[in-house]
C-alpha cells in the first residue's frame, strides 16, 4: 500500500503530538504509531513541566539548575532556547485553558522537584500531568491530521539527494505500508524498555534511533542513561515510579528501619539529581537491603497522588503502613538523533524531537520534569520553522538497495538481553562487562545486510533492540571516566580530558568532537565500531 501526504510523524506522545496540532494550519500531517495512541511515555508521565512562572524564580536559575544537574555536558546556546522559549511555550498553552493544577488562592501551584532551586513545576491532575497534557493535546487535533496505529515504521527512504522522502511501516498483521512525504519527523521516545526495571513502556526499544541509525544518520550521547531512584517495587519487578514531587512534598528515602538514606550524602539530600539518588538506592539494595520512601510526613498523600495510590494498591502495597518499597529502574536517555532545535538532523527532511532527540539540553543527567518542557517547547519551534520554512519535496526518485537476507548471529530474546542490559550497562559500568555484553550484540556489517521487508514485526523490533543496545554499550565502553548518569567503577572520577566530548555515531565508524554539532567536529579523530 502507498499514501502520499505532507508530513509523517512517527510517534504520539506529547512532542509529536504538539507537532501535529500546528503543522495541521498548513500541512497534511499522518501520525503514525507502532501501538495504541496513549501507549507512551508521555501518557504515564508523573512529572510535571518545569517552567519559570513566578516572580521568585528567573530564566538564569533554570538554566543553571539544568546545566548543574546535568554536569554542565550541555549545548548551552540550546539551554537557554530550551528555558526562555519553554516559558512562553507554556504561558500560551495556560492562556489555551490547559488545566494546570492550582492553588486555593487561585494561582497555579507550584511543585518542588530533585536539583531544583525553585518551584516551578506545573502539574495537572496531581501525578497525572502526562495524561492530562497528552489528552488535551489529542483534544486540540485538527481534522487535517490522520492517525494509524499499531504500525512499527522500519526502514526511512531516501532520493538519490541523500534526502529523507518517506518511510515503511509494518502493521501486525503483517502488512506493509509506505509513505511518501516531504519531511519525516521522529518522535518515538526514547529506550528504557531495554532494560529490566523501567519506569517506561515496555515496547520503548528506541525504534526510532534504530531506523535512524540504519538509515545514515550521526547518533550521540548513548552512554548517558538516566536511572529514576524510585520505581514501585513488589515481588521482585517494577510498577510505574514514585514521583520525585513525592519527595518535594515531604517523602524521604529510607531503610527497613526507617533511617534516612540522603543524609550527609550531598546537600540537596533526598533531592539530589537523579544520578546521585539512583546510585545510593543502587548501593542499598546490592547489599541485600530494602528501600521505601517514607510517606509520613505528608498529608492526604492519596488525594495528591492518585496515579501512585491506584498502582499501589493494585500491587497490594499497604499505605497505611506510611512506606513504599522501591528499587532504581531505567527511565530517561539524553542521548539520541542528533538534533537542532527546530529538529534538523544530519539527514535532509529527517527530522527529530522528544526524547528520541539529542540536542545537548539534558547533559549527562536530564532535570527533572524538562522533558515535557523540551516536548512542547521544541515541538513548537520545529512545526513553526516548518511553517515559514519547509518546502515540497519533488524529487521521489528512490534509492534502490540491493539487500539479501542473511544469516544474523543469534539474538538474544528479550528478557535476557534487559538482564545483561541491567547487569552490564546499567547504573553502574565497567569495561570487562561491557565488551562481553557488546561481543553478544551484532555488528553493523550485519545489521547493513538486513532485508526488513523480509522479517516479520517481532523480528524487526528484537533487531532494533540490540541495534539500540550496541549505541548504548559502545558509548559506555568508550567513554572511560563517570560522568552524571554514566558511573564507570574502573573509572570512578570525572575527566578533564573528556570535557564537551561527544561520541558521535554514524554507521559504522564513530567520531569524538568537541562540540555536539559537525562544525566543531575535530579531524581525523575516527575509529571503526562495528567490525
Known sequence: MMRKTDIVIIGSGASALQTAKILAEKFQVDIVTKNHLKNGSSYKAQGGIAAVTSDEDSIQLHVQDTLSAGVYHHQPDNVHTLVEEGKKTVHQ????????????????SLGLEGAHSRPRIIHAGGDATGQALVNYLLDSLPEKVTIHEYELAYELLLNEDGECIGVKTKS????TTTYLASYVIIATGGAGALYEYTSNCPDSFGDGIALSYIAGAEIADMEFVQFHPSLIYKDG?????????VRGAGGFFADEEGNRLMEGVHPLGDLAPRHVTAYEMYKHRAKGREVYIDISNIEHFEEKFPTITNICKEQGIDLSKQRIPIAPGSHFLMGGIISDVYGRTSIPRLLAVGETACTGVHGANRLASNSLLECITFGKLMAENLLCN????????????E????????????????????????????KQGLSELLAKLPSYRDIAAVDLDAMDRSAIEQLFMHITASLIVQGALIREESRGSHIRSDFPSMKEDWNNKWIVFKQRN???????????QIAGNVETVFQ
Open 93 to 108: 498553552l495556560i492562556k489555551e485553558n490547559f488545566q494546570a493544577d492550582r492553588a486555593l488562592d487561585g494561582s497555579i
Open 237 to 245: 519487578q517494577t510498577h510505574g515510579l514514585v514521583s520525585e514531587a
Open 172 to 175: 501486525k498483521e503483517g502488512k
Open 510 to 520: 564513530y567520531h569524538v568532537r568537541d562540540g555536539l554539532y559537525e562544525q566543531h
Open 390 to 401: 519547509g518546502t515540497r519535496q519533488h524529487n521521489f526518485t528512490r534509492i534502490s538497495n
Open 403 to 430: 539487500k539479501k537476507l542473511v544469516n544474523l548471529p543469534t539474538l538474544m530474546d528479550p528478557k535476557t538481553l534487559q538482564k545483561e542490559m541491567f547487569r552490564n550497562a546499567g547504573i553502574v559500568r565497567e
